[in-house]
């Protein structure tokens, strides 16, 4: 089984400020890793996702992240946030591993608010 | 094109009471999703379907919960009875399937039990 622990619960900043939401996880089988974004009183939309290659993931509006696997993590880094980027961010995993009832089964971490000030 | 969509999106009843949810995937999306999400946590996965088969149904709770896809298109998640517990936001999500594609969430149904 894995887990997904997202570091900070709430992150502060001010605006064109950069920014770092933490990401652990933990699993006893390879992983794909994600990174969505849940604006109030929307659904969930995917930022960016790690599948394999390249160990820096670029997504949208500016945002990118890390693979990390000696450290199981994936921060996620933007560096000049805007207002609009005011939500609620959430790590998730799911198993690399052919077959089995988990297959494409999303593992979320507890969700880092992160609100931009002006 | 038209996204995940869900109803209601806001839903109030009293305990012991039952209670659907509804949810269209995006068209041509042959896996669907259930989720949970609790106050202040990330969300659950409570069922997957691929076409009409649920084939991973290990986190609901079969003695209240049920759900249906009919025709492999169309969800529909009910609890009967309701429990104070059962307070949440029940998302959808659908993937065109396989374990790296992308899951599309619909904005919820926000569920109270008095």
């Known amino acids: 089984a894995q887990s997904v622990t997202q570091l900070d619960s709430q992150v502060p900043v001010f605006e064109e400020a950069p920014v770092e939401l933490r990401c652990n996880y933990s699993s006893s089988v390879s992983v794909y890793l994600f990174w969505y974004v849940q604006y109030p009183n929307q659904g969930l939309q995917l930022l960016l996702k790690?599948?394999?290659?390249?160990?820096l993931v670029k997504g949208i509006n500016g945002f990118e992240a890390e693979f990390n696997k000696s450290q199981t993590s994936f921060h996620l880094r933007k560096p000049s946030v805007h207002i609009s980027d005011t939500a609620e961010y959430f790590c998730?995993?799911?198993?690399?591993?052919?077959?089995?009832?988990?297959?494409?089964?999303?593992?979320f971490g507890q969700g880092t608010i992160l609100t931009v000030h002006p | 094109e038209a996204g995940v969509v869900q109803s209601p999106r806001y839903k109030i009843i009293e305990k012991k009471q039952p209670v659907a949810f509804w949810c269209n995937p995006i068209?041509?999306?042959?896996?669907l999703y259930w989720y949970r999400q609790n106050l202040g946590q990330g969300p659950e996965l409570l069922i997957r379907?691929?076409?009409?088969?649920?084939?991973?149904d290990s986190q609901l709770p079969k003695d209240r919960f049920s759900a249906e896809r009919l025709k492999g298109v169309d969800s529909t998640l009910k609890i009967q009875p309701a429990e104070l517990g059962d307070s949440a936001v029940y998302l959808c999500a659908s993937s065109l399937g396989g374990r790296t594609d992308t899951q599309y969430f619909g904005p919820g149904t926000r569920l109270t039990v008095l």
């Open positions: 790690y599948l394999s290659g390249s160990t």
């Open positions: 379907y691929e076409n009409e088969e649920a084939v991973d």
């Open positions: 068209s041509g999306h042959n896996t």
């Open positions: 998730a995993v799911s198993e690399n591993k052919a077959g089995g009832t988990s297959y494409g089964k999303l593992t």
